[in-house]
Antibody, heavy 117, light 110 residues
Framework: QVQLVESGGGVVQPGRSLRLSCAAA????????MHWVRQAPGKGLEWVAV????????FYADSVEGRFTISRDNSRNTLYLEMNSLRAEDTAIYYC??????????WGQGTLVTVSS | IVMTQTPRSLSVTPGQPASISCKSS???????????LYWYLQKPGQSPQLLIH???SRFSGVPDRFSGSGSGTDFTLKISRVEAEDVGIYYC????????FGQGTKVEIK
């Protein structure tokens, strides 16, 4: 079955960096676009970034453009999110999400990122 | 594209129906002919799970008491007979241009 396992979250000071990883299994990773979606504590869902199946195209939410970088390694079935210049408002659970048509079908369990001094 | 869900919360007696509305600020009809409206349920302490894709298609394993309808900018999720396991927050999402989510509708059991 499809498995998406995020890692790399933790507590980080404002202005610092963090790299999230998502290990995928149970499907042909290289055939699907992949997304990151975040959820601040007690809040709703916010789309963060998407990368096409082949890595050629990527798009970002305005709130993270220029600070976050999405990437993937299809040989390792892994998706990444490099987060720089972190702010308090970036505190959230970050979900790795498999693309499906124009939406998604499977979500990981998420990894918590806390930006605090 | 802004997604607006109503109501924000719903308290339902088991066995009774429930309905959630979702309105988009622009048409969700994609140039490929698909209408890019999705419904998700986030159960307490869990990540969101797909219920309905492209307005009305139930995802694999989703009970047939869940149904979706609508077109253009107005959409509805209906639960024909609410069960205890249906509690959580329901989100609509548009996928026509990037992704944006509705604010969520919290469903609880009376």
């Amino acid at each position: 079955q499809v498995q998406l396992v995020e890692s790399g979250g933790g507590v980080v000071q404002p202005g610092r960096s963090l790299r999230l990883s998502c290990a995928a299994a149970g499907f042909t990773f290289r055939s699907f676009g992949m997304h990151w979606v975040r959820q601040a504590p007690g809040k709703g869902l916010e789309w963060v970034a998407v990368m096409s199946y082949d890595g050629r195209n990527k798009f970002y939410a305005d709130s993270v453009e220029g600070r976050f970088t999405i990437s993937r390694d299809n040989s390792r079935n892994t998706l990444y999110l490099e987060m720089n210049s972190l702010r308090a408002e970036d505190t959230a659970i970050y979900y790795c999400v498999k693309g499906y048509s124009h939406g998604s079908d499977y979500w990981g369990q998420g990894t918590l990122v806390t930006v605090s001094s | 594209i802004v997604m607006t869900q109503t109501p924000r919360s719903l308290s339902v007696t088991p066995g009774q129906p429930a309905s959630i509305s979702c309105k988009s600020s622009e048409s969700l009809l994609h140039s490929d002919g698909k209408t890019c409206l999705y419904w998700y349920l986030q159960k307490p302490g869990q990540s969101p799970q797909l219920l309905i894709h492209e307005v009305s298609s139930r995802f694999s394993g989703v009970p047939d008491r869940f149904s979706g309808s609508g077109s253009g900018t107005d959409f509805t999720l209906k639960i024909s007979r609410v069960e205890a396991e249906d509690v959580g927050i329901y989100y609509c999402m548009q996928g026509r241009h990037r992704w944006t989510f509705g604010q969520g509708t919290k469903v609880e059991i009376k």
